[in-house]
């Protein structure tokens, strides 16, 4: 295959077998990608089984250590990927900071913690990518990024999270206009609660009710979101933030 023909996903946060990212990944290799993905202190054999698990469906799969909140997390990280596999052609922000607090707490320093990756690396993979796309001969790309509804109601005891991943709907929008005519498209997804390894069973039982469709949502369910959007079909579709709860209610 040609280098620039490829078609190549790289994805952020995956470092279990239930996180969003890793289900991201098997998707999108179902479709044909290669896979560069990014963990954090993930146990090596997990790793190893996760790789194995994706190339059985005839596609390259890399993964790298790496802290994203160095301020050059971005830069070192596609260049890896660049060298590895090559150029990535689709784009999932999906790894993020998060710890709990009030108003009573926060401080610069949490404030920074949350900034180094939920908005400063997050973006600068962004706006890197589409400078990698812009010079070379590949055609589209796709930036997919995962943010959490923040804009729909208040999340309290989370004021670091909020802010920062709340940053990440507005640029979206504005990045989308700005590199249109490159022919690449940027949206995010909010999944809604999803039933990853932060859920434990009075979580569940918390939140099932607010469901209409009588369960809690799964990777899966923001998984299938992905693979379209970094489909063909989904080349007409950008500057959204798309969101994907199966009828969560607030209230």
Known sequence: ???????????????????????????????????????????????????????????????????LSSDD??????????????LPTVLVNNAAY??????????????????????????MLCVEFARRLENSEIATGR???ITSGQELGPMPGELAYVATKGAISAFTKSLSAEVAHLGITVNAINPGPTDTTWMDEEIRNYLRPKFGMGRIGEPEDAARLVGFLASEDARWITGQVIHSEGGFLRS
Request: charged share 20%.
């Open 73 to 86: 997390a971005a830069l070192r990280l596609l260049d890896w990927g660049q060298k590895t596999i090559g």
């Open 98 to 123: 998060s710890t709990s607090g009030s108003y009573s707490t926060l401080d610069g320093k949490i404030l920074d913690a949350h900034y180094a990756v939920n908005m400063r690396t997050t973006f």
């Open 1 to 67: 295959m040609n280098e620039n023909n490829k078609k190549i996903a790289l994805v952020t946060g995956v470092s279990c077998d239930r996180d969003m990212g890793t289900a991201f990944c098997r998707q999108l290799a179902s479709q044909g990608f290669h896979i560069l993905f990014t963990q954090w202190q993930a146990e090596a054999a997990w790793k190893q089984t996760f790789q194995s698990e994706i190339t059985e469906q005839g596609v390259r799969c890399e993964g790298i250590e790496i802290d």
């Open 143 to 145: 930036i997919i990024n």
